[in-house]
Nanobody, 122 residues
Framework: QVQLVESGGGLVQAGGSLRLSCTAYGLTFRNYAMGWFRQAPGKEREFVAAITWSGAGTYYVDSVKGRFTISRDNVKNTVYLQMNSLGPEDTAVYFC???????????????WGQGTQVTVSS
């Protein structure tokens, strides 16, 4: 059974930084592209960033380009999201999931982890 465990969220002032982590269990991690998604209160879950299985390719939603960096460690089965220059619009619960190779915005697994809350104060 696949389990995704996110961590690293918290409360930060606008302009600050956070580094999120997501460790995956129950899958051959290196076989999957991985992605980060977020869900703000009252909104649908949205794609944030993705990284290919090797780490050679990265993709971002326009609103985070230049501020967020996705990376991965295939030995630790962990994907990271470094978030800089945070603003109140980044406040959300952040989730990770494997993503489809032909559509990085599409999650692979139906079940999600508990997510990690990011709150940015103005």
């Amino acid at each position: 059974q696949v389990q995704l465990v996110e961590s690293g969220g918290g409360l930060v002032q606008a302009g600050g930084s956070l580094r999120l982590s997501c460790t995956a269990y129950g899958l051959t991690f290196r076989n999957y592209a991985m992605g980060w998604f977020r869900q703000a209160p009252g909104k649908e879950r949205e794609f944030v960033a993705a990284i290919t299985w090797s780490g050679a390719g990265t993709y971002y939603v326009d609103s985070v380009k230049g501020r967020f960096t996705i990376s991965r460690d295939n030995v630790k089965n962990t994907v990271y999201l470094q978030m800089n220059s945070l603003g109140p619009e980044d406040t959300a619960v952040y989730f990770c999931n494997a993503v489809q190779d032909n559509s990085y915005v599409t999650p692979v697994f139906y079940s999600w982890g508990q997510g990690t809350q990011v709150t940015v104060s103005s």
